[in-house]
T-cell receptor, first 113, second 120 residues
């Protein structure tokens, strides 16, 4: 089955700096890659996603890139703010697996004011 | 829409007791997922339903765990008997199964707020 690895597990950045989280996946049939943000005491919430027919997608300060050949995708947060502090999860869906998400282990991001 | 609704939000029980967690998916969604989250194991998929039918329960850890979806607007996850190692946050998520058009999911999974279970 699919395996998703996520790095780093923790990330501390100064407010205003950029944060980058990287994920790799194992199933070459995976074709959809969402990113979730989980704040304390809440469920994960989708922040951005990318399909395998697209190499990059941007939404304001958040961008995601996908390299299908290398089977890795990354989340980029620019101009970080204290409210960006949370746990971020990458995930993938393989067509063969229906609509079942496989999650990475999560990255705890701390933005220091 | 109120989003995915879970109850209770917190549950504290003693080892050996039966625990029932409840979920109401987003109206119109026909795919429902139960996850468990712990520090050690992260987010684990326990079971999911499409159109009220269990599709994959390979993540259910033991026979002590069972899940039902009697109708499109309600699901339960039951643990009987509960054990301290079952302590975790349990999430329910739902999505629309208008999916895999041209090979891509057309909707993401929306998570509920979770139920924090503590088994003493």
């Amino acid at each position: 089955g699919e395996n998703v690895e996520q790095h780093p597990s923790t990330l501390s950045v100064q407010e205003g700096d950029s944060a980058v989280i990287k994920c790799t996946y194992s199933d070459s049939a995976s074709n959809y890659f969402p990113w979730y943000k989980q704040e304390l005491g809440k469920g994960p919430q989708l922040i951005i996603d990318i399909r395998s027919n697209v190499g990059e997608k941007k939404d304001q300060r958040i961008a995601v890139t996908l390299n299908k050949t290398a089977k890795h995708f990354s989340l980029h947060i620019t101009e970080t703010q204290p409210e960006d502090s949370a746990v971020y999860f990458c995930a993938s869906i393989s067509k063969a697996a229906g609509n079942k998400l496989t999650f990475g282990g999560g990255t705890r991001v701390l933005v220091k004011p | 829409d109120a989003g995915v609704i879970q109850s209770p939000r917190h549950e504290v029980t003693e080892m050996g007791q039966e625990v029932t967690l409840r979920c109401k998916p987003i109206s119109g969604h026909n795919s429902l997922f139960w996850y468990r989250q712990t520090m050690m194991r992260g987010l684990e998929l326990l079971i999911y339903f499409n159109n009220n039918v269990p599709i994959d329960d390979s993540g259910m850890p033991e026979d002590r765990f069972s899940a039902k979806m009697p109708n499109a607007s309600f699901s339960t996850l039951k643990i009987q008997p509960s054990e301290p190692r079952d302590s975790a946050v349990y999430f329910c998520a739902s999505t629309s199964l208008v999916t895999l058009e041209r090979g891509f999911p057309t909707d993401t999974q929306y998570f509920g707020p979770g139920t924090r279970l503590t088994v003493l």
